[in-house]
């Protein structure tokens, strides 16, 4: 058979009688047969609503069975437009206007201020579950009948999570997605036997592709709990008979504290770790491989990339700490700003091509004139690739430190902070300089019970880092701020503590 290359095709390419989606909390647990009827239903039912290809659905909803069924029942309508159910009202005034959203779908209670930001601008409905697992739009006329889903047509709309700026409309086609969830299928080997836990938001590329989507593709199960919970988490890994799951460092971090040094039950049936959308520190790598007893394999994926574009592969092969391995059916070279490649083991800026990279962004005729350079996608991320064809990630370029010209990539500090026994978060950033211009400061999080000792980790600092690197200003804070997806925010970590502009 060939290849799906929209999500109607991949949605049909299952066995009828396999188990797609479990809820953990519910008990439910959905065949494909049954998920491909609701999907067609409530398709059908936006489009007696009139949603056509191209009006932008969206949704505000937890994770959940309403969250898949939705998403896919608006690619193929229309266009699906998943919001954070985080944001506030004005967030989401902004975020219905910008996508010129038709229609809105919430839970039949809470969602409060998305309904009142869409109050007389967007009409909204309610989506109901029955005891069975059974999603509809409540109210819905049933007389619609939805045009099939187009290779070409845009499935879903997410915006950038830019710390700069507006951020950015990102038009993922079908075929986008479609060549993502191929390539993550194959790159990892996932077949109807396995099992994937979604411990990420279904308003993000990561959880949706990497753990739905793919899932759906490769003829497996996915269970979706309607919030990650470390302390529920491996009795549904274990019960669920999990095979892999996919986080970001944070929610590793969580499970690693509340497991110490013992193997949680149920994680014996896992055949790999996904850590992807963060830096995964090698420490962090290392402690999890020996606690989880399974391979931890760390990738690397952005929205304008339908998700993934690197990742380190499964044992045998090499999987390398602190690399995010190499181009997974995407070419990965490195360029510098005049659009020069460069050799391996040269940094610049990380570039990409491949049918899983978007077209361009929508209505951003400038944001496209930067990003595109003769074909390839530029990232804004700055590496290098080694012999092997492994990528390793030293920064944002725009967060890079300029120190009278020196130019610092802040993980490098921020990964040499972490192997101190009292730190357990670290970002380093620039604070502004009147010699140097700017000059590097970073914030930690202690570990429980350590005690406030600045001095001693700027010495830990001075033995491992070159004079120009070193932090010079410590701040000891109780969080980090980070994004939905848990990238962390430097330039809101550096304007909260020190007034700067990041």
Same mark, same amino acid.
């Given at each position: 058979?060939?290849h799906?290359?929209?999500l109607?095709?991949?949605?049909?390419?299952?066995? !009828?009688?396999?188990?797609?989606?479990?809820l953990?909390?519910?008990?439910i647990?959905v065949?494909?047969?049954?998920?491909?009827?609701?999907v067609?239903?409530?398709?059908d039912?936006?489009?007696a609503?009139?949603?056509?290809p191209?009006?932008?659905?969206a949704?505000?909803?937890?994770n959940?069975l309403p969250? +898949?069924?939705?998403f896919?029942?608006?690619?193929?309508?229309?266009?699906?437009?998943?919001?954070?159910? &985080?944001?506030?009202?004005?967030?989401?005034?902004f975020?219905?206007?910008d996508?010129s959203?038709? +229609?809105?779908l919430?839970?039949?209670?809470?969602a409060?201020?998305?309904?009142k930001?869409?109050?007389?601008? $967007?009409p909204?409905?309610?989506?109901?579950?029955d005891?069975?697992g059974?999603v509809?739009?409540?109210?819905?006329?049933?007389r619609?009948?939805s045009?099939s889903? /187009?290779?070409d047509g845009?499935?879903?709309v997410?915006h950038?999570?830019g710390?700069?700026?507006?951020?950015?409309?990102?038009p993922?086609? !079908?075929?986008?997605?479609?060549?993502?969830?191929?390539? +993550?299928?194959?790159?990892?080997?996932?077949?109807p036997?396995?099992?994937?836990?979604?411990a990420?938001p279904?308003?993000? $590329?990561?959880?949706?592709?990497?753990?739905?989507i #793919?899932?759906?593709?490769s003829g &497996?199960?996915i269970?979706?709990?309607?919030?990650?919970?470390?302390l #529920? @988490?491996?009795?549904t890994?274990?019960d669920?008979?999990?095979?892999?799951?996919?986080?970001?460092?944070?929610?590793?971090h969580l499970?690693?504290?509340?497991a110490?040094?013992?193997?949680?039950e149920?994680?014996?049936g896992?055949?790999?770790i996904r850590s992807? /959308?963060?830096?995964?520190?090698?420490?962090?790598?290392a402690?999890?491989?020996?606690?989880?007893g399974?391979?931890?394999?760390e990738a690397?994926?952005m929205?304008?990339?339908?998700h993934?574009?690197c990742?380190?592969?499964?044992?045998?092969a $090499?999987?390398?700490?602190? /690399?995010v391995?190499p181009?997974?059916?995407?070419?990965?070279?490195?360029?510098?700003?005049?659009?020069n490649?460069?050799?391996r083991? %040269?940094?610049?800026e990380?570039?990409?091509?491949?049918?899983n990279?978007?077209?361009?962004y929508?209505n951003?005729? %400038?944001a496209?004139a930067a /990003?595109?350079t003769?074909?390839?996608?530029?990232?804004g991320?700055?590496?290098f690739?080694d012999e092997q064809?492994?990528?390793?990630?030293?920064?944002?370029i725009?967060?890079l430190?300029?120190?009278?010209?020196?130019?610092?990539?802040?993980?490098?500090i921020?990964?040499?902070l972490?192997t !101190?026994p009292?730190v357990?978060?670290?970002?380093a @950033?620039? $604070?502004p300089? #009147?010699t140097w &211009?700017?000059?590097v400061?970073?914030a930690v999080?202690?570990?429980?019970? %350590?005690a406030?000792? %600045?001095a001693?980790?700027?010495?830990f600092c001075?033995e491992?880092?070159?004079?120009f690197?070193?932090?010079?200003?410590?701040?000891i804070v109780?969080t980090?701020?980070?994004t939905?997806?848990g990238?962390?925010?430097?330039?809101?970590?550096?304007?909260?503590l020190?007034?700067?502009q990041?």
């Open positions: 058979m060939s799906p290359n929209n109607q095709e991949l949605l049909f390419a299952a066995p !009828h009688d396999r188990t797609a989606v479990i953990p909390e519910a008990g647990q065949s494909y047969q049954n998920l491909r009827d609701q067609m239903t409530m398709a039912a936006l489009a609503l009139g949603i056509s191209g009006d932008r659905v949704t505000v909803l937890p959940g969250a +898949i069924v939705s896919l029942a608006a690619s193929i309508a229309g266009t699906a437009a998943p919001l954070n159910p &985080g944001y506030r009202h004005d967030e989401f005034s975020f219905l206007e996508t959203a038709k +229609i809105l919430c839970p039949p209670d809470g409060a201020d998305a309904r930001a869409a109050e007389g601008k $967007v909204v409905h309610s989506l109901e579950m005891a069975s059974f509809r739009i409540a109210g819905a006329p049933q619609g009948k045009p889903a /187009s290779n845009i499935a879903l997410l950038t999570s710390s700069t700026g507006r951020p950015k409309r990102v993922i086609r !079908h075929r986008n997605i479609a060549a993502s969830a191929h390539n +993550i299928v194959a790159h990892y080997g996932l077949t036997d396995d099992v994937a836990l979604c990420m279904l308003f993000h $590329v990561h959880g949706l592709v990497a753990s739905t #793919s899932t759906l593709l &497996g199960t269970v979706v709990p309607s919030k990650f919970n470390p #529920s @988490f491996w009795r890994v274990r669920c008979r999990v095979t892999w799951y996919s986080a970001v460092p944070t929610i590793h499970l690693l504290a509340r110490g040094d013992t193997r949680p149920g994680s014996e896992l055949r790999f992807c /959308s963060a830096a995964l520190p090698p420490e962090m790598m402690k999890m491989e020996s606690v989880f399974a391979p931890v394999l690397y994926g929205t304008e990339a339908s993934q574009m990742s380190n592969p499964q044992p045998p $090499v999987r390398k700490p602190g /690399s391995g181009g997974t059916g995407v070419n990965v070279s490195i360029m510098d700003q005049k659009g490649h460069l050799a083991g %040269e940094r610049g990380v570039v990409i091509q491949g049918p990279v978007v077209d361009g929508e951003n005729p %400038e496209n /990003s595109f003769n074909g390839w996608f530029r990232t991320d700055q590496g690739l064809g492994y990528l390793t990630l030293t920064g944002r725009k967060e430190i300029n120190r009278g010209g020196e130019k610092i990539a802040p993980r490098e921020d990964e040499v972490l !101190h009292s357990a978060e670290a970002v @950033f620039g $604070v300089h #009147s &211009g700017e000059e400061a970073a999080v202690l570990r429980e019970g %350590e406030d000792n %600045e001693a980790i700027l010495a001075k491992r880092l070159a004079d690197k070193r932090p010079k200003k410590l701040y109780s980090i701020p980070r939905a997806t990238k962390i925010q430097r330039g809101a970590v550096a304007k909260a020190t007034g700067a990041g």
